[in-house]
């Protein structure tokens, strides 16, 4: 079980990119999927969220912005970045809480390996 995402690279100010990741190998379930980031020198930040319900939310950064979605049956989420600035340059991770087995104990939360995102001005 892994996750792996996608969809970084280099855009202008003001430009768009996707990012996506996808939760490979079989999982019970799928709770929480989030996309996080880190810039050189900051700690990871926490920058969405989404329940397995659908319920999402977007950090106040990002607000108006980036948006958050997923599909539960491709065990996917989507972080769709729009009006991007310098700032929001960093690695950016995604992770999921996972069950793997029904029978296990309690959920894990995986990580993926991270998509550098690089906005110039």
């Known amino acids: 079980v892994q996750l792996q995402a996608s969809g970084g690279g280099l855009v202008q100010a003001g430009g768009s990119l996707t990012l996506s990741c996808v939760v490979s190998g079989n999982v019970f379930s799928v709770n929480f999927m989030a996309w996080y980031r880190q810039s050189p020198g900051k700690e990871r930040e926490l920058i969405a969220d989404t329940t397995s319900s659908g319920a999402a939310r977007v950090a106040d950064s990002v607000k108006g912005r980036f948006t958050v979605f997923r599909d539960n049956a491709k065990k996917m989420v989507w972080l769709q970045m729009n009006s991007l600035k310098p700032e929001d340059t960093a690695v950016y991770y995604c992770?999921?809480?996972?069950?793997?087995?029904?029978?296990?104990?309690?959920?894990?939360?995986?990580w993926g390996q991270g998509t550098l995102v690089t906005v110039s001005s």
């Open positions: 992770a999921a809480d996972l069950w793997v087995k029904s029978e296990d104990s309690a959920s894990v939360v995986y």
